[in-house]
């Protein structure tokens, strides 16, 4: 069902982005009801009510953007029209047995799911941690962030990323996509050689099949500007463990023979390190191994950044008020918010399931922003200097967290960087430092001949420029083709999907 809210001024959940909205939109599953309603009829529903709204907005020369949990704090969800909320739509579907491909591997079969776009990670940890049927085998997601707030289709659209340092980021275990762009039906997409869903399936869902690894890898990392994606087909593991010992300090030369050991990493599953950048050279590494599932271990506590009984997070106000307190050194800051740190914040010592490790959520932090990038694990020494010196020469209170990720496919993943990326981030204050440190960042990476990416949730700004010195200019035509193919070169369908984010990067045409 399409609900209509009407005007609204509208906030994400860090409040950097305040848009005055035309319409805010919610869209649900509840026109399909009745006693047995079929999966399909709520897929179908889904799609119909999308696609009629981008029809609409087509006619009216109306900007469209879809909304997951509002967790991303760039520009990527910006629109001043009308702001699709997708959270209602969070079903997960069983694929039945005459809808695989032949091609699809059987034992990969019941590790199949079919997932809404507003499913977050933790309703989807808690469909697959809890089988509900005898039929189902109890499974987990191969990796997620270190939060469970997100949708699945809001945290693949950004390239959501946890530190799965021989698996990838969250878009690599999406096997199949369902796009509605407001073309005459909704598109099923797979990649060229990897086939999971058959004609009878692709057919009960009203869709257009594409098999095409160019398009599918462009709209994985698509952040809204492909239309809107109603569902993905996800492939699992059977549940597992993970079991994290006591963190373990480390100097810098350590931490550099072990990045530059692949022995070190070939057996984990999760490896991360964080510092003060005001410490010269002490380094906490985190490094979580998958074990066999086992009762009877303490469930453990949830970390931070989670909020009290009242709806407060630590950082509510807080965080901006002491991070900007005057006469207090960034290095003094820095010190406290360490120790807090590895109190609050840090795996450690600890065993549980993806779905009770990675719980982080939050309702609001305003004042506070966080920006993150990724170099080649080949360069991690490289900018943890010139991320001290940096920070030391800006006086900036920071905790940098650094995890290692497994390249993947998405054209725009940026965690792709080879051998393994490295992702450093830290939380900043939301003021005119935050552009101030990534442009001087980029310059010192630039001059030290470091290629890195942007988190594209996470950053103050992707320009043309910036864009083709992270994925080159093939990447970016490759991305730009899909979107013109998948829209049949209709620029004002097209048009529908632009927003500042897209003409900054001049991705907009
Ligand atoms: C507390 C916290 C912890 C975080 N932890 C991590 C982390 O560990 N690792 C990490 O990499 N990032 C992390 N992030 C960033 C976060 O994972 C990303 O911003 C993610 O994209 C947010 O997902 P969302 O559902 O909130 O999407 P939104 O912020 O709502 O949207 C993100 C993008 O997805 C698009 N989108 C959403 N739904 C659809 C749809 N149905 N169809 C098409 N496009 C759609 C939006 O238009 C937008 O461009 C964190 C953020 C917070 C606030």
Known sequence: ??????????????????????????????????HSVSNYEILNQTSDDINSLIKEAKLNNKHIRAIGAAWALSKVQTTENWLINTKLLNKCIEVESDCFHVDYPTDKKPLLVIAQCGVSVAELNVYLELPKSANQIARSLKTTGIGAGQTIVGAVSGNTHGAAVNFGAVPDFVVAIQLCNGTDSPIWIERSDYHVMNQVFVD?????????????????????????IT?????TEPLYQLTFPKIEEVSQNKL???LGSPDFYSGLHHLEFVFNPYEDDSFYLIAGTKVKYETGHPIPAPLW?????????????????????????GKFKSNVQFKEYLKN??????????GQLYTATITYLEGYNETAFAVSIDDAITTISILKQITRAMKLPLVIQARVVKPGKATFGFTNLLPKAVVFEFGIVNDSTYPEFEQMLIDQLRNANVKYTLHWSKNSLVSRERLV????QTNVDIWKNSRNTLFNNDTELMRVFNNIHLEEAELDM
């Open 1 to 34: 069902m399409i609900r209509r809210n009407g005007a609204k001024t509208w906030k994400n959940i860090h409040v950097t982005t305040k848009l005055e909205l035309e319409d805010l939109i919610d869209v649900d599953n509840s026109n399909a009801q009745g």
């Open 204 to 228: 009960r869902v009203n869709s257009k099949l594409i098999q095409n690894s160019d398009i599918f890898n462009a709209v994985l990392v698509g952040f809204g500007a492909f239309g809107v």
């Open 231 to 235: 569902a993905f087909a996800i492939e």
């Open 256 to 258: 550099g023979s072990l």
């Open 305 to 329: 950044i989670i909020t009290n009984k009242l709806g407060y997070a630590p950082g509510d106000w807080t965080t901006k008020i002491l991070l900007k307190l005057p006469f207090v050194s």
């Open 345 to 354: 914040a840090v795996l450690s010592n600890v065993r549980g399931t993806s």
């Open 469 to 472: 010195e992270m994925y080159g």
